[in-house]
T-cell receptor, first 111, second 113 residues
Framework: RKEVEQDPGPFNVPEGATVAFNCTYS??????FFWYRQDCRKEPKLLMS???SGNEDGRFTAQLNRASQYISLLIRDSKLSDSATYLC????????????FGAGTRLAVHP | NAGVTQTPKFQVLKTGQSMTLQCAQD?????MYWYRQDPGMGLRLIYY???????DKGEVPNGYNVSRLNKREFSLRLESAAPSQTSVYFC????????????FGPGTRLLVL
């Protein structure tokens, strides 16, 4: 079983739609949580960190449920430019900050 | 600032050939990482360097070696390439301390025939 699991998609949505991605992680010792975005044939880039109380950054909202070991990302009012793969990432304790990546969920926003 | 740079961008090797992937960062970061990305697998950590002068194995180190040449540079060497090493390789760096964000280079696409 993969340590971080995501629905691979693709999610095909029209502009303006709201879309939600889910992610589960298996290691209860995971301490930090992130969503990274990866455009086609490009490097991953940090989209946002995920905090226990939930956090929002413009049209993006991230939630964490430690009891269920579940992370979510909600995108409101989707734009064409949101088309990308969204990577769920967790890290364990330790000074070297090892990140564990999910395989990603692909989003395609169409006109 | 260029951020994290990687060379080469593309490479084709024959089985058994060797090569070194280069990575450099100009952000004065302490930690550096090498990942590989395969379809459906997500990024997997090959080796990392928590600070200058140290290196440690990640999840998939077999067939690779690394050198942290100085604070800026972290190279990945394939001594005898195998088709299973066909992948996209990403280098990343992190400031260290309380800073958790990793910054990635543009990647090297490697094909081993």
């Amino acid at each position: 079983r993969k340590e971080v699991e995501q629905d691979p998609g693709p999610f095909n949505v029209p502009e303006g739609a709201t879309v939600a991605f889910n992610c589960t992680y298996s290691n209860s010792a995971s301490q930090s949580f992130f969503w990274y975005r990866q455009d086609c044939r490009k490097e991953p880039k940090l989209l946002m960190s995920v905090y226990s109380s939930g956090n929002e950054d413009g049209r993006f909202t991230a939630q964490l449920n430690r009891a269920s070991q579940y992370i979510s990302l909600l995108i409101r009012d989707s734009k064409l430019s949101d088309s990308a793969t969204y990577l769920c990432v967790v890290s364990h304790s330790g000074g070297y900050n090892k990140l564990i990546f999910g395989a990603g969920t692909r989003l395609a926003v169409h006109p | 600032n260029a951020g994290v740079t990687q060379t080469p961008k593309f490479q084709v090797l024959k089985t058994g050939q060797s090569m070194t992937l280069q990575c450099a960062q100009d952000m004065n970061h302490n930690s550096m990482y090498w990942y590989r990305q395969d379809p459906g697998m997500g990024l997997r950590l090959i080796y990392y360097s928590a600070s200058e002068g140290t290196t440690d194995k990640g999840e998939v180190p077999n067939g690779y070696n690394v050198s942290r040449l100085n604070k800026r540079e972290f190279s990945l060497r394939l001594e005898s390439a195998a088709p299973s090493q066909t992948s996209v390789y990403f280098c990343a760096s992190r400031a260290g301390g309380g800073q958790e964000t990793q910054y990635f280079g543009p990647g090297t696409r490697l094909l081993v025939l």
